[in-house]
């Protein structure tokens, strides 16, 4: 529920900017970035790896990338580049920034326990805590440096696990997107019966993201040994 409730909220500020503004400046950037061919593409994945690298959040970057290149091409590009990110940020917090993180989290319980964990089944961790992400997203690829799961292992690991909600993200940015070009004049998309389809496709990837979340969230508390939350009467 906790990622439903984040999704929301990204959803209700996006439509909000949309309405106070940016309707008018995301065409241009659109057109601008697309006209760069593949080097706008080279450079808006090599600034997403940035913003992950320096913990700035990325969720408006992936709707954004939704918008410029639309689901499937914008799947391509955030998802490399996230796991880019992702992957320097974890060489740094196992090598340059690792005296500072243990003295910051090296005592906390979760920390601990999941170094424990990740002794077992470092991949399998990795995984959950991309899907479910326990711990903040942009803070856990430093995290993940201090454990002992293989580099390999946690960069596949974290690409399988963190392309469910790049896909949700990308899928919603690619609908502003169309809102975008509305407001703009253009008609990108078939009509009535292109909505009806994009809407679909929203709410049946938002649900299979909020199911394998909430799957993942279990698993990973019988992981770290952590008791089951009951629901709330």
Not at 143 to 158: D, K, N
Not at 213 to 226: H, K
Request: proline share 6%; glycine share 10%.
């Amino acid at each position: 529920m906790k990622r439903l409730a984040v999704f929301a909220l990204v959803v209700a500020a996006a439509v909000a900017a949309w309405f106070l503004g940016l309707k008018e400046r995301v065409p241009a950037f659109m057109e601008w970035i697309q006209g760069l061919g593949l080097a706008g593409a080279l450079l808006f994945g090599a600034l997403y790896a940035l913003a992950t690298v320096l913990m700035i959040p990325g969720s408006l970057i992936t709707l954004l990338a939704g918008a410029v290149y639309g689901p499937w091409w914008g799947t391509a590009l955030v998802s490399p580049a996230s796991v880019l990110g992702a992957a320097l940020a974890f060489l740094l917090g196992r090598s340059l920034f690792r005296d500072a993180l243990e003295r910051r989290y090296g005592a906390s319980p979760r920390f601990r326990a999941l170094q424990r964990a990740m002794e077992r089944e470092g991949g399998r961790i990795v995984l959950l805590v991309r899907l479910s992400p326990v711990f903040p997203f942009n803070l856990v690829n430093y995290l993940f440096g201090l454990t002992p799961v293989r580099f390999p292992t946690y960069v596949l690991a974290s690409f399988v696990g963190m392309l469910p909600g790049t896909f949700l993200y990308v899928y919603l940015g690619a609908a502003i997107g169309d809102l975008a070009r509305i407001g703009a004049g253009e008609t990108p998309d078939a009509g009535a019966w292109g909505w009806v389809a994009k809407a679909v496709g929203l709410l049946a990837t938002v649900a299979v993201t909020v199911v394998v979340t909430r799957a993942a969230r279990r698993a990973l508390r019988e992981e770290l040994g952590e008791p089951e939350v009951a629901a709330p009467a």
